[in-house]
């Protein structure tokens, strides 16, 4: 069964950093390339970052470029999002999310999501 | 940036009750375009990709289809479980993917 656990939001200054970590089992992790997609409260859903299976290339959205730095350890089974010089914008539910590669990538699997709050 | 505009924004339908959800992109994105269900306090779930294919396990009450740019996710015989948040997202032109704002499904 194809399982993604995301780790390590929390409660965080204005200008702040914080890492966050998905942990991924039941799949051959570095066969898929990789997400990060948020979503403010209330609001809809925004992708952040992708990187591939071997971690040569990486992608940003604009709102988070040169401030978010996208990993993986493909022996820990493991993605990492490293978020520096936080927001309040920020606020919102992160998700880690699998790629389905059929003609282009689509979202197959997610994780449940991890709450990062930005906030003095 | 592809911008994908849903409608409506919210859709009430009594259960048993077909309902037809509509996604439009700016420019073209071939039939690079997935569906995905959001429930309350749950991650996003992939119904549709390739704009017309269910996802493993989906029920075949869902279907997607495509007209040019005009995307419309069909529920033929809504249930329960069904009321949720739909959100279209573009995978033709990227990065960035871009979803769209999403369509909640009401009990009427």
Known sequence: EVQLVESGGGLVQPGGSLRLSCAASGFTFSDHEMNWVRQAPGKGLEWLSYITGRGSAIYYADSVKGRFTISRDNARNSLFLQMNSLRAEDTAVYYCARVLWFGGPSFDFWGQGTLVTVSS | ?108
């Not at chain 2, 039939?31 to 549709?48: D, F, V």
């Open chain 2, 1 to 108: 940036e592809i911008v994908m505009t849903q409608s409506p924004a919210t859709l009430s339908v009594s259960p048993g009750e077909r309902a037809t959800l509509s996604c439009r992109a700016s420019q073209s994105v071939s039939s690079h375009l997935a569906w995905y269900q959001q429930k309350p306090g749950q991650a996003p779930r992939l119904l549709i990709y390739g704009a017309s294919t269910r996802a493993t396990g989906i029920p075949a009450r869902f279907s997607g289809s495509r007209s040019g740019t005009d995307f419309t996710l069909t529920i033929s015989s809504l249930q329960s479980e069904d009321f949720a948040v739909y959100y279209c997202q573009q995978y033709n032109n990227w990065p960035p993917f871009t979803f769209g704002g999403g369509t909640k499904v009401e009990i009427k």
